[in-house]
């Protein structure tokens, strides 16, 4: 689970956790709450505090995988950034940041783990998206251009890993009230969005967890290379 500490990345932690599932919490910051919750639903959680945009966290996350518990069954790449800024001040500098820690964060950690899934002969990745890719949202270019390439590597990946019982979906939320959100995103555009899906209020940190648990369990073993938007009915695929 990467990106664990806090948003999305705490709530689906502590989901899996409640499906008696293991969790090791990769995030740039301590995940001190995340491992509590976690290990409080009697599993075992383990920290690794790096920036999965660095291929050495990926060589990290690997070892621990192999002496910690000999497996890699799920693989949710949920950490992300999502700075808005108009297209003349996005510098070179911020594009590739936004692209390595949304977009590379997630082919890298998709290389440490799988070689631990391919023998196991089953696993399911559940890659982070956004329901912006498809809104006239301003400022986001450089995000979702990272965000678009996150459902062009699903659907690509989904091709390569079939043959060994893994599946590869995305998951796009809303604007939500997620820390980073209440932190990165003008209340006013939350307002509006959330006026605008079928759902009208605001997401939370709890609402791509059902969505996240299904593509991440065997139930959704058809279901692979696609993306679903779990957004209060704002975009439609
Ligand atoms: N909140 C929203 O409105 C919203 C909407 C659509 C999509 N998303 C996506 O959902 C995901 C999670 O968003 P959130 O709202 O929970 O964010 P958040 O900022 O609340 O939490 C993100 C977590 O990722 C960690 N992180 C950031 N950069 C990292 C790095 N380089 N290495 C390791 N960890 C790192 C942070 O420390 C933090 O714990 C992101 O991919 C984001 O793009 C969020």
């Not at 409640?18 to 001190?32: L, Q």
Request: charged residues 15%.
């Amino acid at each position: 689970m990467t990106g664990a500490a806090q948003g999305f990345g705490q709530a689906v932690s502590i989901g899996l956790a409640g499906r008696g599932v293991d969790v090791v919490a990769v995030d740039i910051s301590k995940a001190t709450e995340t491992l509590e919750k976690v290990e409080a639903a009697g599993v075992r959680g383990v920290g690794i505090i790096a920036d999965v945009s660095e291929p050495d966290t990926a060589t990290l996350l690997e070892g621990v995988l192999r002496e910690e518990f000999g497996r890699c069954d799920i693989l949710v790449n949920n950490a992300g950034i999502y700075p808005n800024a108009a297209f003349a001040d996005v510098d070179y500098e911020l594009w590739r940041r936004v692209h390595r820690i949304n977009l590379d964060s997630q082919f890298l950690m998709a290389k440490a783990v799988l070689p631990l899934m391919t023998a196991g002969g089953w696993g399911r990745i559940v890659n982070i998206t956004s329901n912006s890719i498809a809104l006239p949202a301003p400022g986001l270019a450089h995000y979702m251009s990272s965000k678009m390439g996150v459902i062009g590597f699903t659907r690509g990946l989904a091709n390569d890993v079939a043959q060994h019982g893994i599946t590869v979906n995305a998951v796009g939320p809303t604007a939500s009230l997620t820390p980073g959100g209440r932190a990165h995103i003008d209340p006013a555009v939350i307002a509006e969005l959330s006026g605008a899906q079928a759902i009208k209020r605001p997401g939370s940190s709890a609402d791509i967890v059902g969505t996240v648990l299904f593509l991440a369990g065997d139930d959704s073993g058809w279901v692979t290379g696609q993306t679903v938007m779990a957004d209060g009915g704002l975009v439609r695929l």
